[in-house]
T-cell receptor, first 114, second 107 residues
Framework: KAGVTQTPRYLIKTRGQQVTLSCSPI?????VSWYQQTPGQGLQFLFE???????NKGNFPGRFSGRQFSNSRSEMNVSTLELGDSALYLC?????????????FGPGTRLLVL | QKEVEQNSGPLSVPEGAIASLNCTYS??????FFWYRQYSGKSPELIMS????GDKEDGRFTAQLNKASQYVSLLIRDSQPSDSATYLC???????FGTGTRLQVFP
């Protein structure tokens, strides 16, 4: 079974631009979560989507948004990019249950904002 | 207080020794706990999950959970240089992560 895929793998943008990242979950997985990883803050939860609905949300500004499609693929959008948005963005998929569920991570998209 | 706390390390152990990684969490209602390993430049991969108090063993890895003390640990027996990585503790449904402990196993 194919793993979680993310595109693009690397991205360079300038301040003020916007960016869209894509995540395709493992086949059969209906939940997709997004995380931001930086050296200083570690891995931080952005949001989770399940059945095309945002089910959980972390403490990030409204510039960070996402959506999920009927095939469970998910996109994350960051508008008005800031230098501090430079990070590794990881998505993780799971079957879609709740508490006791294993998440499987994709390889990540490394975003550099200049 | 951070929701999930880990010692950032690095924790250096000789090959063949036991590495002990610790994690404390603040939410008493947390029900599920995970240990992920992350090699440099790679994404996290699940090592162990634990839901009940006590020990759970899987090969060279043992996870220990004490909900009363809000403490979860990971023991790695017979540590190998290939175990050198950052180990992330994650708690509950939103997977709140600690910042990770960097483990170095030297020959």
């Amino acid at each position: 079974k194919a793993g979680v895929t993310q595109t693009p793998r690397y991205l360079i943008k300038t301040r003020g631009q916007q960016v869209t990242l894509s995540c395709s979950p493992i086949s059969g997985h209906r939940s997709v979560s997004w995380y931001q990883q930086t050296p200083g803050q570690g891995l931080q939860f952005l949001f989770e989507y399940f059945s095309e609905t945002q089910r959980n949300k972390g403490n990030f500004p409204g510039r960070f948004s996402g959506r999920q499609f009927s095939n469970s693929r998910s996109e994350m959008n960051v508008s008005t990019l800031e230098l501090g948005d430079s990070a590794l963005y990881l998505c993780a998929s799971s079957l879609g249950g709740r508490v006791q569920e294993t998440q499987y991570f994709g390889p990540g998209t490394r975003l550099l904002v200049l | 207080q951070k929701e999930v706390e880990q010692n950032s390390g690095p924790l250096s152990v000789p090959e063949g020794a036991i590495a002990s990684l610790n994690c404390t969490y603040s939410d008493r209602g947390s029900q599920s706990f995970f240990w992920y390993r992350q090699y440099s430049g790679k994404s996290p991969e699940l090592i162990m999950s634990i839901y009940s108090n006590g020990d759970k063993e899987d090969g060279r890895f043992t996870a220990q959970l004490n909900k009363a003390s809000q403490y979860v640990s990971l023991l790695i027996r017979d540590s190998q240089p290939s175990d050198s990585a950052t180990y992330l503790c994650a708690v509950s449904s939103k997977l709140i992560f600690g910042t990770g402990t960097r483990l170095q196993v030297f020959p």
